[in-house]
């Protein structure tokens, strides 16, 4: 089936049982992004060659996206200690399996052919070794499992696939891998799988697996488990890039099962999951618990029971881009979009879309202490109860709501339970009962800090002891808001979840720079630079992607208008002339401002 899913205002075509075509050849040359569109989500037309590029805010893998098997094509690159032999649509396999053939056998026969197959896939594959699945099922087991394991180099790596996204092959058992260098894709696992989980020495480095789908239970990225783990225990630059995982648990259960998507855990690092779907999951889309660089992008989910994704514990997490929505409500758990528990450290929630949720962010049971640094930049929450619930954040630095657009809320940003301290800067908070709750309970009000919003539709502002019914009663008040604005905010199209700026909206250059994105350009430029991904290292930008200011000042909410306010001075001052003359009025002057794209008055 071929579907598409709108993201607001970002389409994503679904490759699920849909491509028939194999990836394109090794350094696809392109004219245009479309010549790049059978590589996967994410690819563009960079200088003449079809290129991955990360969501915002995060950098690119070393490996694992944009290697093909078809770099074996090249007779340079290939392991001369192996045979490489051709197959249908003119790659290169070294290692032939299919199960269903009458001659399979593995009894001396270590590679296969296509007219004698293996009947499993080898373990421990060495260098430049090619793997061809056909078949299916694959039911074999070791220990309850069937291992995937690959040890190759960036010069000669590794591929287990199938021969393409319609014909995958699929296992009956859970997975285990290992290895390094080693790409799996093309393939399907019902029992979804693990790396590193248990057994000790079972180093997984460089390892990608892409195009797969997976059902059944939890798919676990995480170290194995001695009581003294070496080098050799740990899961580090694994990339999972547009695979599909569903139907992990029964979202119809009465009871908590806790099946995640994906979960990462500890002895893990620098974890990719990026350009996926997930649905239909009984735990959250996504939890992170206890690894560390973990970037979650650019990904699909819906329909996951508590939260579409989640962090437990672990630092440097990067939830950036992702769409969710209709996430299922349970008596134990409300329906989240976003948010965390206990203590991660540097969590950066960058410009998700989050609608058709009880509560869009939460942070939650935290009480222990060690949380540090939380930012959400640029995420756009609407058709919500609650935007952001932020409870038990009273963290050393306030944590950082910036640029945000939230809409259609009974309340906009809410601390219901034990003090937090927010920065609130140049956010849009339209069509909600309140904007602000912030009851006396606890001092999150006496500490926390106002300035640069823009509130629309009468939303009243608790803020500690007092409910103030209009932004001027608040600020002559409290001191509070400064440079924050009461109007509507002029929207494009919110039945249709566009919430960029109208020409004229009063959020046009009517906010500040936030020290955020000078954070974050410090705290992780030695990794973007070890990655050589500085170019993603820029967060200034708009939930687009494109970059902030556009005109003399920052605009509020997630949105930068996309022309220019700036005035042609030249043809303001032949307007003036001719307005002086009779000629012109004074609406029609204003009307002509507000149309001026670009010019020479900045």
């Known amino acids: 089936m071929t579907g598409v899913f709108k993201l607001g205002k970002r389409i994503f075509l679904v490759l699920f049982f849909a491509i028939t075509l194999a990836l394109p050849a090794f350094a696809q040359s392109c004219e245009s992004n479309a010549n790049c569109e059978l590589r996967g989500p994410g690819f563009e037309c960079v200088s003449g060659q079809c290129e991955w590029m990360p969501p915002i805010g995060i950098p690119k893998p070393e490996f694992g996206i944009e290697e093909t098997y078809r770099m074996y094509d090249d007779v340079a690159n290939r392991n001369p200690d192996l045979v490489y032999t051709e197959n249908a649509e003119g790659g290169f396999y070294t290692h032939y399996v299919d199960n269903t053939h009458p001659s399979a056998t593995n009894s001396d026969n270590s590679y296969g052919t296509a007219s004698i197959p293996r009947n499993t896939i080898p373990r421990n594959l060495v260098t430049g070794s090619v793997v061809e699945v056909h078949g299916g099922p694959y039911t074999y087991d070791f220990g309850g499992s069937i291992f995937i394991v690959g040890h190759g180099t960036l010069e000669h790596p590794v591929f287990v ?13 859970r997975w285990r891998v290992e290895g390094t260098y080693l790409i799996i894709e093309n393939l399907v696992a019902r029992s979804a799988g693990v ?7 079972a180093s997984t480095n460089m390892v990608a697996i892409r195009f797969c789908e997976f059902d059944g239970s939890t798919l676990v990225v995480q170290g194995s488990y001695p009581e003294e783990p070496s080098p050799d225990d740990r899961a580090d630059n694994v990339v999972l890039y547009a695979n599909y995982l569903h139907d992990f648990g029964d979202v119809n259960s009465e009871i908590d099962e806790d099946v995640h998507g994906l979960s990462t855990g500890r002895l893990a690092s620098y974890i990719w999951f990026v350009d996926n779907i997930v649905n239909e999951t009984s735990g959250s889309g996504v939890q992170v618990y206890g690894s ?3 970037y979650i992008g650019r990904n699909n989910f819906y329909r996951t029971r508590q939260s579409g994704v989640w962090a437990k514990s672990g630092s440097d997490i990067i939830f950036s881009q992702n769409h969710i929505s209709n996430v299922i409500d349970t008596s134990w758990s409300t329906s989240t979009g976003m948010g965390f528990q206990y203590n991660p450290k540097r969590v950066w929630f960058l410009f998700n879309e989050v609608h058709d949720v009880i509560k869009g962010v939460v942070s939650a049971s935290g009480l222990g202490g060690g949380r540090e640094e939380f930012y ?17 954040l009273n963290t050393p630095e306030p944590a950082k709501l910036i640029g945000n657009t939230i809409y259609d809320s009974e309340i906009g940003i809410a601390n219901g339970y034990y003090t937090s301290k927010l920065d609130i800067i140049n956010n849009v908070i339209s069509a909600s009962d309140y904007s602000i ?6 001092p999150t009000a006496s500490i926390s800090n106002m300035s640069y919003n823009l509130l ?16 001027s009663q608040f600020q002559q008040a ?10 509507n905010p002029l929207f494009v199209d919110v039945a249709n979840g566009d919430f960029s700026l109208q020409v004229g909206s009063p959020a046009i250059d009517a906010g500040i720079e936030s020290d955020v994105y000078q954070i974050f350009w410090d705290t992780y430029y030695d990794v973007f630079n070890s990655l050589n991904s500085l170019e993603s290292l820029d967060i200034r930008k708009d939930f687009d992607g494109n970059p902030r200011p556009q005109g003399t000042a920052w605009d509020i909410g997630a949105y930068e208008f996309e022309g220019s306010t700036c005035v042609d001075t030249t043809a303001l001052l032949n307007f003036i002339t001719q307005w002086e003359q009779g000629n012109k009025t004074m609406p029609s002057l204003i009307s002509t401002i507000a149309s001026w794209k670009a010019g020479t008055g900045c």
Do not use: H, K, Q
């Open 292 to 294: 560390d660089y973990t």
């Open 161 to 173: 696939r199938g021969v393409s996204l319609a014909d995958r092959p699929y296992f009956t058992r």
């Open 478 to 487: 409290t001191g509070e808001c400064n440079g924050c604005v009461e109007a």
């Open 456 to 471: 629309n539709g009468g939303g009243e502002i608790w803020w500690g002891s007092s409910v103030y019914l209009d932004l």
């Open 195 to 201: 790396m590193g989980e248990y057994f000790e020495n």
């Open 437 to 442: 709750s912030f009851p006396p309970d606890y």
């Open 376 to 392: 959400f930049i640029g995420n756009v929450i609407y058709d919500v109860e609650t935007g952001f619930s932020l409870n038990a």
